[in-house]
């Protein structure tokens, strides 16, 4: 039988779970390079963008410069969304097991 209170505690502690994550996602970091080094990213696991580097040599070659940091962005993200989705599984699987 369907019983609210059970839902409402295991609501809680997904959420419980969740805002951990989120803390513990502030203090990773996640890089990405493009161009040999001529532009690199981090960002932190909230897609906070921590530092940003690009090399002077591109300040002169827009298109080139819009290309790299394109890359470098998608890849940094794709990092972070892994994490992410890595995280989800986990803490799903501590989820389950703590019944």
Known sequence: MFD?????????KFQQVA??????AKDQVFKASAGGGLVDISIN???D???LNIDD???SDKDSLKIFLISVIN??????DTN????????FKQMTKQK
Do not use: H
């Open 57 to 59: 040599e591109l300040l």
């Open 45 to 47: 696991g909230n897609n």
């Open 84 to 91: 992410k989705q890595t995280q989800s599984i986990n803490m």
């Open 49 to 51: 963008i921590i530092e």
């Open 19 to 24: 805002d951990n994550n989120k803390e513990i």
């Open 75 to 80: 890849d940094v993200l794709k990092q972070a």
């Open 4 to 12: 609210p209170q059970e839902m409402s505690g295991i609501f809680e």
